[in-house]
Structures are given as C-alpha cells and as structure tokens.
C-alpha cells in the first residue's frame, strides 16, 4: 500500500514537470539573472519592462483566444496593430478629431480587419495561417503608405494621459500604516512603500 502510495507521488511530480517545463524554465532563468545582477527585481527595472511590454500582453492576449478557440495563430496582429496605430495619429494629429471619437473609428476598423480575415477563413476555407500571413504584408504595406515612412507627433497630453498614469505616492503609506502595527518597524515599510511608484499602463 505505501509502496503505491509513493509511486503515485512519483508519477504526479513527473507529470507536473513535463506539464510545466517552459515554466521552470523562464523562473530558473529569472532566478539565474537576479543573482547576476541583483536588480531584474527592483521595482525600477520590473516598471520599465511592463512598460515596454505592455502591448505585447495586449496582442499576447488575443492570441491566445485564437490558440484556445481553435488552435489557430494570427500571424497579422502587429501589422494590424501598426496600421490602426498609423490612422489614429492621423486623426488625432493631423486631423484635430476628437480622442474618444478617433479611438471608435480605430476600433471599429480593426474589428472590420479582423472580420475579413474572419470571412476567408470560414467561407472561403483559406487556411487560418496562410490567410494572417498574406494580412501581415497587407496591412504593413497599407500602414507604410498611410504614414508615407514619416513619424507623427506630437500627441496631445490627454491621449497619453489614458494609457501611461502613475498611482499616487501618497497612498502607500497609508496602506502601510493601516496593515501594520504602530512602531519602527511599520514606519520603516511605509517610508520603502512611498518610495515606490506605481505605473498602471493600458494599452488600445
């Protein structure tokens, strides 16, 4: 009966391994390079790369609903990305159109792309990858024209303002205050708490 018993044991942590493996992979190399360097942990360092990264959860995101509906993969997610981004800048720089009304219009044109490459794939039975690859140059073609190879900037503060703030310093040390106990100890967290800024990004 033990002897089972530790077999079975055996045979969950086997699985559990082979079921994660990617995952043990990226802590081990997250570990690896914490110890090398001493800072990929600072809140500094982890502010800048969710930052840098935020769109690619974003786009990581609608893949895998693409993944999990039905094992496909949408290769055109960026160029898509790039050309909406292009006609917002032309709307809300060039064009002096109203944010929330840019951001509508890019919305629903994005949801136009996504549902032409909905209709190859179901009515014409083109093949889910060969369908967003022909869209990834598409639509990248379509976004080089739009902004003729040429940056636009400025955007208006109120634009940014809705995808980059910051939570207030001000509040970490009364959460701090409030979880722990009256003393050096608890005066000592807050003052480490205050330190650190929060940034929320959001990302269209």
């Known amino acids: 009966m033990a002897e089972n018993t530790v077999k079975a044991a055996s045979f969950d942590v086997k699985k559990l391994l082979k079921d994660n493996t990617m995952l043990l992979i990226l802590v081990a190399v997250m570990v690896l390079f914490q110890i090398l360097t001493g800072a990929l942990f600072a809140p500094s360092n982890v502010n800048n790369i ?3 990264n935020s769109y690619v959860l974003v ?3 609608g893949m895998l609903l693409c993944i999990l509906t039905g094992g496909n993969i949408d290769l055109s997610v960026g160029s898509v990305v790039c050309l909406v981004g292009a006609i917002a800048g032309k709307l809300i720089v060039d064009a002096h159109l109203p944010i929330g009304l840019s951001i509508v219009i890019c919305l629903f044109i994005g949801t136009l792309i996504g549902a032409w490459h909905g209709a190859f794939i179901a009515y014409l039975h083109i093949p889910p990858f060969i369908t967003t690859l022909s869209g990834m140059l598409l639509w990248r073609g379509v976004a080089l024209i739009v902004l003729d190879g040429l940056t636009i900037s400025p955007f208006p503060q109120k634009y940014l303002n809705l995808f980059s703030s910051y ?3 001000v509040f970490f040390p009364e959460l701090a205050a409030a979880a722990l106990d009256e003393g050096p100890a608890a005066e000592a ?4 708490l205050a330190s650190m ?5 959001m990302v269209v």
């Open 189 to 192: 967290a807050a003052a480490k």
């Open 197 to 201: 800024t929060m940034t929320v990004t």
């Open 167 to 169: 939570i207030p310093e």
């Open 50 to 52: 969710i930052l840098q």
């Open 59 to 61: 786009l990581a995101a």
